[in-house]
């Protein structure tokens, strides 16, 4: 017996040796900054491929594009569930404001804001032993305001308000020119009192929150506390807020704390650091860059140099640098020629082949073939990949043998994203590999850098009756443009099944798109689903003509000369909007024609 108890305790330590760390079933509480995909699906989606249980609170609770998050709920939800966790990730903005927009509107007191961080400290007390990974952001200060996620006088005075934003910068920095003082006062006289009132009350809300957070962070309330900074452009009230704050963090270690640009990659990245502190690991990390810029690059929405901020979120993930010995990552960091970055919708984002990226390519090539993990963070442009580059991938057939690719709205956004799926890539299945980069070329390239462009072009043309409108409602539509040419994407460029391909407009708008890549073929093709309501219209109105017509034989018939007339009347108004519609289908099948030899001379044909 004995015996057969010493065999079972071997077999049993042999098994947990030859165990990943994926395979340790840890369980992560997280809850995300809104219901966006990069903060909630595509984050939940990496960890739960790497094989981590992620438990996130109930969607009505988070900020969503037409609601406002819960946060009183979101704090009695946590620690209602915190007690099921191994770590906890946590959205500060959510918890204390909302959610990230809700932070940019809100008219909450600063005892209401101060109630809500305590109520965190309270739950880190009663669940002392489960690591607390927060993050929380700097106000952005954008040059203008989208449509629902800034306050409404944004849309009118954006504009002034992030120019006075970056004098105050510069006068702070290095002071004012009479020009600039000039300038500073009309804008003060443009802009109603009460909005920069509104506007820098919250800001200093926000400030005071991110002061006591840092606190936190030195009380040890957090294992680690990430500070982002939002669409951090130079020169701006945001950076400006920033500097502040990193007074405040003299003498907290990197290990607890961070501070660098982006909002959008901090979950992921947490529940990156999380899984490396679960496994003790401090990953190697090797950065590669093309000839051009490189990590002096100053990308825009970051305002500051590119390898700064590599190195910081590296650091935050407890990770380290290194160019003396193998790493376990290589991170290839496309950068531009210049050390400016421009927007990926531009003319210039179309493949012409240099040299540099050939060399980049070819250091990609001999780190994959000597078995070293690559993560692409794509950073030529904002806002979407560079065609050079996937074209590159795309001809020397290697898109799918990278560890993780990403090339998403800012360059911070996509770091953080590269880094953390390049880590967690090692745990995850080939197949759920594979359906992570389907996702990420389908969101990054095909649709951030070409598709989008597109479908705003569409959408204006159906504002104008210049194209056909099938569905009730034209988000509906545009959304099944997208999942059509999203669908081809797949199909043409990466040979995945478009079937598999799920395609959404979560927030009804166009900035962002979700991608959910099946694991079995079981969702229509969009471009059958559209031939069909196309043909539809058509049998509708060829049924309008033929009743006129039945309706003018029958009139003839009665020698009735008024219902012969009317009758006649409605066959030549049936037959007219038949040759509209005739008309207007050739019309939209000659632009859709266009856009497709527009979409193959900004990119390429596939290979047949």
Known sequence: MKLLHKVIRFAVFAMILCTGPAALAK???????????VDLAYTVSTAQDAGYTI??????????????????????????????????????????????????????????????????????????HIPIYAFSTVMRSPWAGGQGVEPDYYLTYGNDIYELSALQSKMDEEGLNPQERTDWFNIVQRVPMEYLQDWYNRRRKNMMVNHILIQCAKKGIFTYFCLGHDDNSTHTQSALEAKYLETESKGVSNNVYGSFPGADQLGLLLITR???????????????????GGARTVPSYDGQ???????????????????????????????????????????????????????????????????????????????????????????????????????????????????????????????????????????????????????????????KNEEPQYFSTINAELQSRTKEQLQRYAKDYLGVDPRTIQVTLPWNRLFEVYVDVRAFPDIPLES?????????????????????????????????????????????????????????????????????????????????
Not at 80 to 86: I, N, S
Request: net charge negative; glycine share 4%.
């Open 305 to 463: 140099e590119i390898g700064k901020t590599i190195k910081a979120h590296i650091e935050a993930v407890g990770g380290v640098i290194t160019d003396k010995e193998r790493p376990d990552l290589l991170l290839a960091v496309n950068t531009p020629l210049t050390t400016q970055t421009s927007e990926s919708a531009n003319f210039e984002n179309f493949p012409i082949m240099l040299d540099s990226t050939k060399v980049f390519l070819g250091q990609i090539e001999k780190a994959i073939q000597a078995g070293i993990p690559v993560s692409i963070v794509d950073m030529a442009f904002s806002n979407g990949s560079d065609n050079t580059l996937v074209y590159g991938l795309y001809m020397d057939k290697i898109m799918y043998s990278l560890a993780a690719y990403n090339g998403w709205n800012t360059a911070s956004n996509s770091v953080g994203y590269g880094v953390s799926q390049g880590i967690l890539s090692k745990y995850m299945t080939a197949d759920a590999h594979q359906r992570m980069l389907t996702t990420q070329y389908l969101d990054n390239w095909a649709y951030q850098a070409n598709v989008r462009d597109y479908i705003t072009r569409m959408q204006e043309k159906i504002k």
């Open 27 to 37: 369980t992560i509480l997280y809850v995300p900054q809104d219901n966006r995909p």
């Open 55 to 128: 438990i996130t609170p109930p969607q009505k609770y988070l900020s969503g594009s037409n609601f406002k998050g819960s946060p009183e709920q979101l704090l009695q939800w946590v620690d209602a569930h915190a007690g099921e966790a191994d770590a906890m990730v946590l959205s500060v903005d959510s918890l204390v404001y909302g959610g990230l927009v809700d932070s940019r509107k809100h008219n909450m007191d600063m005892a209401t804001l101060v109630r809500r961080i305590n109520e965190i400290e309270k739950i880190k007390n009663n669940h002392s």
């Open 528 to 608: 059958r689903i559209r031939e069909q309501m196309r043909q539809a219209e058509n049998d509708r109105i060829k049924a309008q003509e033929d009743a006129a017509k039945a309706a003018l034989s029958a009139a003839k018939q009665s020698s009735n000369s008024q219902n012969t007339v009317t009758a006649q009347a409605a066959v030549q108004q049936s037959a007219e909007a038949d040759a509209d519609e005739q008309q207007s289908d050739l019309q939209s099948q000659q632009i859709d024609q266009r856009e497709e030899l527009a979409q193959q001379q900004r990119i390429w044909s596939p290979s047949k």
């Open 274 to 292: 999380a899984s490396n502190d679960f496994n003790n690991y401090h990953p190697k990390i090797t950065v590669i860059y093309p000839l051009g």
